[in-house]
């Protein structure tokens, strides 16, 4: 899991907060990712579920994808579908993926690198891994994740953000046991590259086994941990997590996240995925590909995209196949 390294006794530290001014979260509930497949067929876990809307607000829904290592031939990808009313984060921590949208958006990201889509009024997109990729296979690994939008801006324009793994701001925790790579929002006042309509905080941490990591956490946002890799505990009740679990923090002002000593022969640190939001606090009407506030508002995104009011496939798409709309659950 390479995403992004660096040298953490030369980077910026963060202060363990004091509990009598940030007060540690207590974590409400620890569940587990069920798996399922995505696409053309890859696999994913699927990171809420079973995790009621009101406690992940701002945030819809999070797959994390593979980790898979495929075979020649094997590596899958999307076809052709819409969106409307949300953001897309793909983070690709092993691997490559490629995207190209309707709006102009695209481009290839890799180990590190994370593609911001605001889909707002409305796009198609596809994802797929490279040509090369797919002759060869390879290790795959990565994260997909929805932001809400805001009624104010379910029909701003579609936009898109090329985040290099190289742009996150790199930190480490007060003792340099752990690695931070904050990829959008603000941690301790060190700002990540990701432009976001609703205010949220995504890091990406990696703790070295039998290190403890205390975070200050903006009191006004949720806090979820998922764990990407290895193992240890979440809050100050040290409550035993693992890969593919995610931690859902009660309030308070700081996180208190632990490795174990011993981790996993193929997972040597435990690696956890932390978001915060500014919760929306707005009706969530979710139909596959649209996010809305109101059930009239999905028929009408569907009647958009039937019509090709979403945007139209551009002359150098890439070969798919046709199919029903992804996503729906």
Do not use: C
Not at 225 to 250: H, I, T
């Amino acid at each position: 899991m390479p995403a992004v390294t660096a040298d953490t006794l030369t980077l910026p530290r963060v202060p363990v907060p004091d509990p009598a001014v940030a007060a540690p979260r207590p974590v409400r509930s620890v569940t587990t990712a069920p798996s399922g497949f995505e696409g053309e067929g890859f696999p994913v876990r699927r990171a809420f579920a079973g995790v009621p809307q009101a406690m992940l607000d701002p945030f819809i829904h999070m797959d994390q994808m593979g980790e898979v290592e495929y075979a020649p031939g094997e590596p899958k990808g999307t076809s052709w579908h819409p969106h409307r009313g949300f953001e897309t984060v793909t983070y690709i921590i092993d691997g490559i993926f490629e995207h190209q949208d309707s709006h102009g958006g695209g481009g290839t990201i890799s180990d590190g690198d994370t593609q911001w889509m605001t889909a707002g009024s409305g796009l198609l997109h596809i994802e797929k891994p490279p040509e090369h990729l797919v002759v060869s296979g390879g290790l795959f690994h990565g994260i997909q994740l929805w932001v809400n939008l805001p009624r104010a801006h379910k029909f701003h324009l579609p936009r898109y953000q090329d985040i290099r793994a190289r742009a996150a701001s790199l930190l480490t925790s007060d003792d340099g046991g752990s690695l931070l790579r904050v990829i959008a929002g603000d941690l301790d006042g060190h700002a990540g590259p990701g432009i976001t309509f609703t205010p949220i905080t995504l890091v990406h941490a990696t703790i070295s086994p039998g290190a403890r990591l205390e975070l200050p956490w903006n009191p006004g946002f949720n806090a979820l941990a998922y764990v990407l890799a290895g193992q240890g505990s979440v809050g100050a009740e040290r409550r035993p997590v693992r890969k593919g679990q995610l931690a859902v923090f009660g309030a308070g002002g700081s996180l208190t996240l632990a490795a174990d000593t011993s981790q996993p022969l193929a997972e040597p640190n435990l690696e956890v995925l932390l978001l915060g939001g500014q919760p929306i606090r707005e009706p969530v009407v979710h139909y596959g590909p649209f996010v809305m506030n109101t059930r009239a508002e999905i028929i009408q995104a569907m009647e958009d995209y039937q019509a090709g009011r979403l945007g139209v496939i551009p002359d150098e798409r890439v070969p798919h196949a046709d199919g029903p709309l992804p996503g729906k659950e």
